[in-house]
């Protein structure tokens, strides 16, 4: 199995809950698509050839402040678990790991991580820069992954055409390149049932959602990742605003929703809470949508402060680690299927029993009581 | 015919496989087909990529300018948009000149413009100083901006002293 420990933080900096807005949002993402000029895309290019390509942005990224200590992986030599567990830590998208059994890895791919960002290489495109932060926080996100940008594209000739901006192999991309996805828990909206009007308003908008893992993942947890749905005819700039703008409605909603839920139905939110909590302590076997459903209740809780002193950053560390290859990686050892949920219960009871040791007894009573 | 993996759903693909020289051939719904790893290219109808690609030769007879226009070959790459309308991606960057009158409307459909009003790719390194008339202090600044705005000290000392050199 890969070292993981030789990443900065493990490449999860995201989890911190350090950013602004944490009780709603669990991280941000910026990616830009980047093509290389001189060589053909994707589905065109031949092992040889992607070689080559991997070669020329190794040899780039090393003479960059951004990427100069990048930790490399090649990613199409990995076993299985270990693409699972980039995959997990969303270092690696779905098309890159392969992480079905028996998936197809795509000879010559590459993954470059430094600090709170990365580079896919070879993936739909040649190269796809990211940054993940911690919270809402785009600004920040933004300037880092254009940062890199700036220093890649003056050592790597990009395709970009004058009328079309930047080229991609899939022409929903071309333009800027540019998808800002917010990763926001919205369990009130679920709760009153509202979430569907306005996800709808959303797309008509020209934002689009998706599941935890981006593209063809299926939202659980009540954890949405919103993001603009075009990349072409608006700059950055306003593709960023435009996006900030509608998740900071979306957050006013979503507080509202609480709002009325603690109001109106008190004992019953109060109730499914600390069953979550419950659940999550003393269950023996707990499979992976259970668990993301349980941690949306108890993350609700805690934004509520119904239940007092659970970090949101061990929630969201239990988002990652309680995923099939994390819970194969802790034991150091590919899992039987129906070990996982045993497994994931166990190390669930683990984490929260040391929460609430490190946070003392009050930690499990609510804070009218007592 | 139903899907022989889950039985539930209607097959729509379906698969020859040789089992110790036996040769079966079973359907699969898009969903076990996916969950397997087969690309069916269903699934890619439901967007207005998917749309516009199954209208992409839809009238085609073969004897149609349509039908010869699907299979000229970009001059670069040699894909076609026959193979376009299969994988949904398109060969190299020439190709968006080859083919661009049907990459334009897909563009326009898709994006609501066919024009780039952001960031514009300023070349490598010798390009850009060459052509920026105060040889890329004003990139160079906006660069030192932006790394600091990222917290990126590190870039930030490095592009200052860049900056120091070239002024």
Same mark, same amino acid.
């Given at each position: 199995?890969?070292?993981?420990?030789?990443?900065?933080?493990?490449?999860?900096?995201?989890l911190e809950a350090s950013?602004?807005?944490s009780h709603?949002?669990v991280?941000?993402?910026?990616?830009?698509?980047?093509?290389?000029?001189?060589?053909?895309?994707?589905?065109?290019?031949?092992?040889?050839?992607? $070689?080559?390509? @991997?070669?020329?942005? =190794?040899? %780039? +990224?090393?003479? #960059?402040? *951004?990427?100069? &200590?990048?930790?490399?992986?090649?990613?199409?030599?990995?076993?299985?678990?270990?693409?699972?567990?980039?995959? $997990?830590?969303? @270092?690696?998208?779905? =098309?890159? %790991? +392969?992480?079905? #059994?028996? *998936?197809?890895? &795509?000879?010559?791919?590459?993954?470059?991580?430094?600090?709170?960002?990365?580079?896919?290489?070879?993936?739909?495109?040649?190269?796809?820069?990211?940054?993940?932060?911690s919270g809402?926080?785009?600004?920040?996100?933004?300037?880092?992954?254009?940062?890199?940008?700036?220093?890649?594209?003056?050592?790597?000739?990009?395709?970009?055409?004058?009328?079309?901006?930047?080229?991609?192999?899939?022409?929903?991309?071309?333009?800027?390149?540019?998808?800002?996805?917010?990763?926001?828990?919205?369990?009130?909206?679920?709760?009153?049932?509202?979430?569907?009007?306005?996800?709808?308003?959303?797309?008509?908008?020209?934002?689009?959602?998706?599941?935890?893992?981006?593209?063809?993942?299926?939202?659980?947890?009540?954890?949405?990742?919103?993001?603009?749905?075009?990349?072409?005819?608006?700059?950055?700039?306003?593709?960023?605003?435009?996006?900030?703008?509608?998740?900071?409605?979306?957050?006013?909603?979503?507080?509202?929703?609480?709002?009325?839920?603690?109001?109106?139905?008190?004992?019953?939110?109060?109730?499914?809470?600390?069953?979550?909590?419950?659940?999550?302590?003393?269950?023996?076997?707990?499979?992976?949508?259970?668990?993301?459903?349980?941690?949306?209740?108890?993350r609700?809780?805690v934004g509520?402060?119904?239940?007092?002193?659970v970090g949101m950053y061990t929630l969201n560390k239990?988002?990652?680690?309680?995923?099939?290859?994390?819970?194969?990686?802790?034991?150091?050892?590919?899992?039987?299927?129906?070990?996982?949920?045993?497994?994931?219960?166990?190390?669930?009871?683990?984490?929260?029993?040391?929460?609430?040791?490190?946070?003392?007894?009050?930690?499990?009573?609510?804070?009218?009581?007592? | 015919?139903?899907?022989?993996?889950?039985?539930?759903?209607?097959?729509?693909?379906?698969?020859?496989?040789?089992?110790?020289?036996?040769?079966?051939?079973?359907?699969?719904?898009?969903?076990?087909?996916?969950?397997?790893?087969?690309?069916?290219?269903?699934?890619?109808?439901?967007?207005?990529?998917?749309?516009?690609?199954?209208?992409?030769?839809?009238?085609?007879?073969?004897?149609?300018?349509?039908?010869?226009?699907?299979?000229?070959?970009?001059?670069?790459?040699?894909?076609?948009?026959?193979?376009?309308?299969?994988?949904?991606?398109?060969?190299?960057?020439?190709?968006?000149?080859?083919?661009?009158?049907?990459?334009?409307?897909?563009?326009?459909?898709?994006?609501?413009?066919?024009?780039?009003?952001?960031?514009?790719?300023?070349?490598?390194?010798?390009?850009?100083?060459?052509?920026?008339?105060?040889?890329?202090?004003?990139?160079?600044?906006?660069?030192?901006?932006?790394?600091?705005?990222?917290?990126?000290?590190?870039?930030?000392?490095?592009?200052?002293?860049?900056?120091?050199?070239?002024?």
């Amino acid at each position: 199995m890969i070292d993981l420990s030789l990443l900065p933080d493990g490449g999860m900096a995201w989890l911190e809950a350090s950013g602004p807005g944490s009780h709603l949002v669990v991280s941000t993402r910026v990616r830009l698509a980047r093509n290389l000029d001189r060589h053909r895309f994707i589905t065109r290019t031949d092992p040889k050839e992607r $070689e080559s390509i @991997l070669a020329e942005v =190794e040899g %780039a +990224a090393a003479a #960059t402040a *951004g990427l100069g &200590r990048a930790v490399k992986f090649r990613v199409d030599r990995l076993d299985l678990v270990d693409r699972q567990l980039l995959h $997990e830590r969303h @270092l690696v998208s779905r =098309e890159l %790991a +392969a992480p079905e #059994t028996g *998936g197809r890895v &795509r000879p010559g791919s590459g993954l470059l991580v430094q600090d709170r960002a990365s580079v896919m290489v070879n993936e739909e495109d040649h190269l796809r820069l990211q940054a993940l932060r911690s919270g809402f926080a785009l600004e920040a996100t933004w300037a880092h992954v254009s940062t890199l940008d700036t220093e890649l594209g003056q050592r790597l000739a990009f395709a970009f055409h004058p009328e079309f901006g930047y080229l991609t192999s899939c022409p929903t991309n071309v333009g800027t390149g540019l998808r800002a996805s917010v990763l926001v828990h919205l369990p009130g909206l679920v709760l009153t049932k509202e979430i569907n009007k306005i996800l709808q308003g959303l797309t008509q908008v020209g934002l689009t959602f998706r599941g935890l893992y981006g593209e063809g993942s299926e939202v659980v947890g009540n954890l949405f990742q919103l993001s603009n749905q075009t990349t072409l005819g608006k700059t950055e700039r306003e593709l960023l605003d435009h996006l900030g703008k509608l998740v900071r409605q979306v957050m006013e909603y979503e507080e509202r929703a609480r709002q009325i839920l603690l109001r109106d139905a008190t004992a019953i939110l109060e109730d499914k809470v600390w069953r979550a909590f419950g659940l999550l302590r003393y269950a023996r076997t707990l499979s992976f949508e259970e668990t993301m459903n349980l941690l949306s209740g108890v993350r609700l809780g805690v934004g509520l402060g119904l239940i007092p002193s659970v970090g949101m950053y061990t929630l969201n560390k239990l988002l990652v680690f309680t995923q099939p290859a994390h819970l194969a990686a802790a034991q150091g050892r590919v899992l039987a299927d129906e070990e996982v949920p045993v497994r994931r219960a166990a190390y669930v009871r683990q984490v929260l029993e040391a929460e609430v040791g490190r946070r003392g007894p009050s930690a499990e009573s609510p804070p009218t009581q007592g | 015919m139903k899907c022989s993996a889950c039985g539930e759903r209607e097959g729509v693909v379906s698969l020859t496989q040789i089992v110790e020289g036996d040769v079966r051939t079973v359907s699969l719904c898009a969903k076990c087909a996916a969950e397997k790893g087969i690309e069916t290219g269903i699934g890619l109808a439901d967007t207005p990529l998917g749309g516009f690609l199954a209208a992409l030769g839809e009238s085609a007879d073969p004897d149609a300018p349509l039908a010869a226009a699907l299979e000229a070959g970009c001059p670069s790459c040699g894909a076609t948009l026959r193979d376009f309308r299969e994988t949904g991606r398109v060969g190299c960057a020439e190709c968006y000149r080859a083919f661009d009158a049907p990459l334009r409307e897909l563009l326009r459909r898709l994006h609501g413009s066919t024009h780039h009003t952001g960031t514009r790719y300023q070349g490598t390194e010798m390009a850009a100083v060459v052509s920026a008339p105060d040889g890329g202090a004003r990139e160079l600044r906006e660069q030192l901006r932006r790394a600091i705005d990222a917290e990126q000290f590190e870039l930030a000392a490095e592009l200052r002293d860049r900056l120091r050199e070239r002024e």
